[in-house]
Nanobody, 114 residues
């Protein structure tokens, strides 16, 4: 199993930016597909935000496309999510995980509010 630790979440004003990081406990170069997910307050399930297959360009859900950028650094066993033009609707706990899933980490909380 691989464990993930997310960081970088914060309180930010609408229109602001944040960069989230996720470090894996093992080498992720053999993990073909990685994703960022989020769980909004009061929502029962996590939703996919972005995912990346190997060295291919990342894919994004429509509600973040053009605002979020996902990247991975296999040499550091890390993936990143650069977020800009944040909206209150982006408020959530953000998680990274492989596909298929490994155990979920604690996530990192992003709050977008004035």
């Amino acid at each position: 199993q691989v464990q993930f630790v997310e960081s970088g979440g914060a309180l930010v004003q609408p229109g602001g930016s944040l960069k989230l990081s996720c470090v894996a406990s093992k080498n992720i170069s053999s993990i073909y597909q990685m994703g960022w997910y989020r769980q909004a307050p009061g929502k029962q399930f996590k939703e996919l935000v972005a995912h990346i297959y190997g060295a291919n360009a990342p894919s994004y859900e429509a509600f973040v496309k053009g605002r979020f950028t996902m990247s991975r650094d296999n040499t550091k066993n890390m993936i990143f999510l650069q977020m800009k033009d944040l909206e209150p609707e982006d408020t959530a706990v953000y998680y990274c995980n492989s596909i298929p899933y490994n155990p979920w980490g604690q996530g990192t909380r992003v709050t977008v509010s004035s």
